[in-house]
């Protein structure tokens, strides 16, 4: 009698994703299939009510173990993350997967990423870092992220390369400790956040390797409005966790 696989629940928030859509659940299918002898792999999809359809060429496919909820309005990165993860914990998977819809993150790179799991452990795919890489992002976009990584390191005393990372693998432990409800951060401020408390909480942070790709399809959602949230939420946190060893 073989080992007892481990359930795993993939969560993709999207928007407007419906030229990226197709070929990363197809990627992502292919990759769970080569890992079904270790792992059971759900996928969710957690929709914005997109309108140029995104949901509907997603079910189109007819893809087994394939969910998706559709929320009424585009509230955020942040919050559809937290509607997955509420949505798996009802379940009984032992592990969550964070990735982006648009090709940035590589299905074929989820083995390195599940490997370096475990219960007590939040899993980061780090770009900054020896063996990871970024391609075909302009200057703007680099500098724009190593500073608001190293920013974030600094200011919230926590010595991780890639912060902002959204390529992520959660055990059930850690989300069932930290406190779910007092997340507000929406944008990519959202990522440093989950990574802070989990640190607070005693989790360790495991960083692996990557290799992000820039969007070739659709647009994205970086904006001036994600960024500012994103560095005046690390100043505040900083300067309480100032207070607090005062």
Do not use: C
Not at 32 to 40: A, T
Not at 50 to 66: R, V
Not at 74 to 95: E, H, I, R, V
């Amino acid at each position: 009698m073989g080992e007892k696989l481990v359930n795993v629940l993939a969560i993709i928030p999207t928007y407007n994703e419906s030229a990226n859509i197709v070929e990363l659940l197809t990627r992502v299918d292919n990759v769970r299939s080569e890992l079904s002898s270790n792992y059971k792999i759900d996928i969710v999809i957690i929709d914005d009510n997109s309108p140029d359809k995104t949901i509907e060429i997603a079910k189109s496919l007819q893809m087994k173990n394939l969910s998706a909820l559709n929320r009424t309005k585009k509230s955020g990165l942040g919050p559809a993350y937290l509607a997955g993860f509420n949505l798996g914990l009802t379940g009984d998977y032992q592990f969550f997967i964070q990735m982006d819809a648009d090709l940035s993150h590589m299905p074929e790179q989820l083995e390195n990423l599940l490997e370096s799991a475990s219960s007590k452990s939040l899993v980061i795919g780090t770009r900054w870092m020896p063996g990871g890489s970024v391609v075909n992002w302009p200057f703007h976009r680099r500098f724009i992220s190593k500073l608001g990584t190293k920013y974030a390191s600094i200011a919230l005393d926590l010595d991780y390369k890639d912060l902002t990372s959204g390529y992520r693998i959660l055990p059930r432990e850690m989300l069932e400790t930290i406190d779910l409800s007092g997340i507000k951060t929406k944008g990519y401020g959202f990522q440093i956040e989950v990574a802070l408390k989990a640190h607070d909480a005693g989790f360790e942070i495991k960083q692996v390797p990557i290799t992000f790709i820039e969007r070739e399809n659709g647009r994205s959602k970086m904006g001036p409005k994600i960024v500012w949230e994103a560095w005046f939420k690390v100043s505040i946190w900083g300067f309480k966790r100032i207070i607090s060893r005062r």
